[in-house]
């Protein structure tokens, strides 16, 4: 079966950098997504990535490995607004989008 | 800001009721998608319409109904619904099926009592 694994939940500081990682297992790869979910409202695009490494876009980045079924989020400089939830989404070899359940990233004064 | 609208924005209903959620995008886009979301789970993708013509249905249960007029307005029909169908329903658009970032609403916090 097709499978998006990311942490449930994570915590850090206002001003520090936090990573959030996805592994995959899909049938196919044609792309990562990351989006950004703040509580009651629509899930936001942050990024795209479908060649290996590292796309830079302001404070958040995101990261590839094709070969081992890779990506991670990094977010700098935490700021309070960031505290939401970070959906990470592959589109497989059928170009259907195959959702992890989110990291509620916390971020603490 | 992200030019897909929905109403209602919260809706409670009883398992005899029959009540419709709208979508409706202000993208240009050629592609529509309904999603439920529960708590702590994945998006599950339910309805896909391309120009208008439904392209996927994931097994959804019949008490779902899409229906999708033109490119901007994309309807959820629901009746005879079960508690377990309460959730948040999100809409979404791509200006093209499959190859195309998406866009979502706001969603349409549903309860089934």
């Known amino acids: 079966g097709q499978n998006i694994d990311q942490p449930t939940e994570m915590t850090a500081t206002e001003g520090a950098i936090v990573q959030i990682n996805c592994t995959y297992q899909?049938?196919?790869?044609?792309?990562l997504f990351w989006y950004q979910q703040h509580a009651g409202e629509a899930p936001t695009f942050l990024s795209y990535?479908?060649l290996d490494g590292l796309e830079e876009k302001g404070r958040f980045s995101s990261f590839l490995s094709r070969s081992k079924g890779y990506s991670y989020l990094l977010l700098k400089e935490l700021q309070m607004k960031d505290s939401a939830s970070y959906l990470c989404?592959?589109?497989?070899?059928?170009?259907?989008?195959?959702w992890g359940a989110g990291t509620k990233l916390i971020i603490k004064p | 800001e992200t030019g897909v609208t929905q109403t209602p924005r919260h809706l409670v209903m009883g398992m005899t009721n029959k009540k419709s959620l709208k979508c409706e995008q202000h993208?240009?886009?050629?592609?529509m998608y309904w999603y439920k979301q529960s708590a702590k789970k994945p998006l599950e993708l339910m309805f896909v319409?391309?120009?208008?013509?439904?392209?996927e249905n994931n097994s959804v249960p019949s008490r779902f109904s899409p229906e999708c007029p033109n490119s901007s307005h994309l309807f959820l029909h629901l009746h005879t619904l079960q508690p377990e169908d309460s959730a948040l329903y999100l809409c979404?658009?791509?200006?093209?099926?499959?190859?195309?970032?998406?866009?979502f609403g706001p969603g349409t916090r549903l309860t089934v009592l």
């Open positions: 979404a658009s791509s200006q093209n099926e499959d190859t195309d970032t998406q866009y």
């Open positions: 993208l240009g886009h050629n592609a």
């Open positions: 319409y391309n120009f208008k013509e439904q392209t």
């Open positions: 899909t049938s196919g790869f044609n792309g």
């Open positions: 990535n479908v």
């Open positions: 989404a592959v589109r497989d070899s059928n170009y259907q989008l195959i």
